[in-house]
Nanobody
Framework: QVQLVESGGGLVQAGGSLRLSCAAS????????MGWFRQAPGKEREFVAA?????NYADSVKDRFTISRDNAKSTVYLQMDSLKAEDTAVYYC???????????????WGQGTQVTVSS
């Protein structure tokens, strides 16, 4: 089981930026595909971005969000630019083994970090 701690959320005006961080435990962090997800009030949790051997983004955040990772620090980041009100959600990170699907989660869903974008 991988322990995950998200941070960096907050309140920002539309058009602004935030950078989220997710610190992970585990000695084999570099072998994981790391992903960001979000859940808005009344909606299901949805995929945002992932980075492993490939990088993928949800269409709704493409060209605005950037996922990066520092394997030496076992940390994954989500740089969010040009934020919109519809980006308001609790953001979570998780991990999976490379070349598997998100049905093979390695971590539990934690408390996440709240991002609120005011319009």
């Amino acid at each position: 089981q991988v322990q995950l701690v998200e941070s960096g959320g907050g309140l920002v005006q539309a058009g602004g930026s935030l950078r989220l961080s997710c610190a992970a435990s585990g000695r084999t962090f570099s072998s994981y595909t790391m992903g960001w997800f979000r859940q808005a009030p009344g909606k299901e949790r949805e995929f945002v971005a992932a980075r492993g051997s490939n990088t993928n983004y949800a269409d709704s955040v493409k060209d605005r969000f950037t996922i990066s990772r520092d394997n030496a620090k076992s940390t994954v980041y989500l740089q969010m630019d040009s934020l919109k009100a519809e980006d308001t959600a609790v953001y979570y990170c998780n991990a999976r083994p490379e070349y598997t699907s998100w049905s093979r989660l390695l971590g539990s869903w934690g408390q996440g970090t709240q991002v609120t974008v005011s319009s």
